[in-house]
């Protein structure tokens, strides 16, 4: 069945949904340019009240590894999605500092950006059509893909169900589609969840 990942959490009661939904991972931003930032003190003040059975993924653009390496050392996050230019010698490098998955994300415009995310070195790759824009990308490229990957951009809870159907991604992510003036919406993440639960009806 597709995983579920809600991004962009930043409150308590964002923790409180998710904890009630049960998405496979949730998702803290440290990449400061987001208006979902969070702190590491706030991060890590909001992983203490996450049900143990959620994953958090910390997502960052361009940070310095050993600065993502001291996160996951707390157990702050259990893995990490990379948003910036961080090539093959920074998963590398990361690797050898923390040993959690790294998932690399890839702005699709064209045929060549699917290729360059089959060849990413990453555990797992994103594709999304853009950073947190919340628009959709041309669907249609991403038969050509042939690993797992996290379905992002423009996924909503009306649309979840259909994605899933017709691509199978290893999980989707969703952060924008869940939120009513600005903040995460308890029922529109509960709707995106029964969405991809209930994905397949034969």
Do not use: W
């Not at 958090?56 to 001291?70: N, T």
């Not at 690399?104 to 950073?131: H, M, Q």
């Amino acid at each position: 069945m597709t995983k579920i990942k809600m991004c962009g959490l930043r409150r308590e009661a964002d923790i409180e949904y998710a904890n009630r939904i049960m998405p496979e991972f949730v998702g803290f931003v440290f990449a400061k340019q987001s208006k979902r930032y969070v702190t590491v003190e706030k991060a890590f003040e909001l992983r203490y009240f996450l049900d143990y059975r959620i994953a958090s993924v910390g997502v960052f653009v361009d940070e310095a590894p050993e600065a993502i390496a001291e996160i996951a050392e707390r157990d702050i996050i259990n893995a990490v999605q990379l948003h910036g230019n961080e090539d093959s010698a920074y998963i590398k490098r990361l690797r050898e500092l923390c040993d959690v998955p790294i998932i690399k994300a890839y702005k699709i415009n064209s045929v060549y950006d699917i290729e360059c995310a089959c060849l990413s070195d990453a555990d797992f790759v994103l594709l999304d059509s853009g950073n947190g824009s919340g628009k959709t990308f041309d669907h249609s490229l991403i038969q050509n893909i042939d690993r797992p990957y996290f379905l992002a951009g423009g996924v909503t809870p009306q649309n979840a169900r259909s994605l899933v159907n017709t691509f199978s991604p290893y999980a989707i992510d969703a952060s924008s589609s869940l939120e009513t003036d600005g903040f995460k919406d308890f029922d529109k993440m509960k709707a995106l969840a029964d969405a991809v639960r209930n994905e397949r009806i034969d």
